[in-house]
Nanobody
Framework: HVQLVESGGGSVQAGGSLRLACTASGFRLSGSNMGWYRQGAGNECDVVAAIDVDGNSYYHDSVKGRFTISQNKAKNTLYLQMDSLKPEDTAMYYC?????????????????????WGQGTQVTVS
């Protein structure tokens, strides 16, 4: 049974930091492409960061230099370190995955090639 469970969300003041975690079960991060997405108050749901099967990372321009995506394959867990948070980072954050040796980007939520999605964790920046 494949499952992605996000954790680490919460409320923080602007300028603060949070680290999100996404624990996977039913498949291995090694051999998978992973991503973090977010849905803000405007209901647009877009990619924040991604890491491909080779370990290359990609970021939305709005978070470059502030967010870092990483993974601990031994723990089968994906992370998103978020620093210098801004009120506009307030959103529900989702973890996504698809096992494949080929990376293809997906800019919006709940679209292929990502076929595994978590339930989300709320981040509020005031």
């Amino acid at each position: 049974h494949v499952q992605l469970v996000e954790s680490g969300g919460g409320s923080v003041q602007a300028g603060g930091s949070l680290r999100l975690a996404c624990t996977a079960s039913g498949f291995r991060l090694s051999g998978s492409n992973m991503g973090w997405y977010r849905q803000g108050a405007g209901n647009e749901c877009d990619v924040v960061a991604a890491i491909d099967v080779d370990g290359n990372s990609y970021y939305h321009d709005s978070v470059k230099g502030r967010f870092t995506i990483s993974q601990n394959k031994a723990k089968n867990t994906l992370y998103l370190q978020m620093d210098s948070l801004k009120p506009e980072d307030t959103a529900m954050y989702y973890c996504a995955a698809y096992p494949s040796s080929i990376y293809r980007s997906a800019s919006t939520c709940f679209t292929l090639p990502y076929n595994y999605w978590g339930q989300g964790t709320q981040v509020t920046v005031s």
